[in-house]
Each structure stands twice: as structure tokens, then as C-alpha cells.
């Protein structure tokens, strides 16, 4: 699940990412939605997008998911 919006460039990578690795994702926009940018924030602790779970565990954002990936350990959260 991964919380968005339209011209976040963060966003954007992030989502390229998971692209790129061929995996299906919820992607909730949060442009213009007050109420539920407020349920991401007190769900993530952060305001900031993208906000980003795999399962039940938070990612956090997009520099967070590459680091993951970086240190090879996105592939088994996906797994």
C-alpha cells in the first residue's frame, strides 16, 4: 500500500520501483483529501509522501524503499 500524490516525484520513484519489480500495489492518493492524508498521518506517524507498507509493516517513504533495496531486503519482504 503505498499513501500518494499526483506530482511527488517521490512518489513517483517509489512507485517506479515496485514497477520495475512487477509488484501490485494500493495506491491511495491523498491530493486534495484532508481526511485521509489525516488517516496516513496518524497511521504512519509522518505527513510526508509517499508513505509506504508492505503487509502490515511500515516502509516509511521512498528513500526508506530504496535503501531496502539497496541492502537486499525488499525482495523478501515481497516475497
Known amino acids: 500500500m503505498i499513501y500518494t ?11 517506479a520501483l515496485l514497477d520495475q519489480k ?19 498521518a496518524e497511521r504512519a506517524g509522518q505527513t510526508s509522501v509517499p508513505q509506504i507498507w508492505i503487509g502490515e ?12 533495496e539497496r541492502s537486499g531486503g525488499l525482495d523478501p519482504l515481497l516475497a
Open 5 to 15: 500524490t499526483r506530482w511527488c516525484p517521490f512518489c513517483i520513484r517509489a512507485k
Open 22 to 40: 512487477g509488484i501490485e500495489y494500493q495506491e491511495i492518493p491523498v491530493d486534495g483529501d484532508p481526511a485521509t492524508r489525516q488517516q496516513m
Open 57 to 68: 509493516q511500515h516502509i516509511g517513504g521512498c528513500d526508506q524503499l530504496y535503501g531496502l
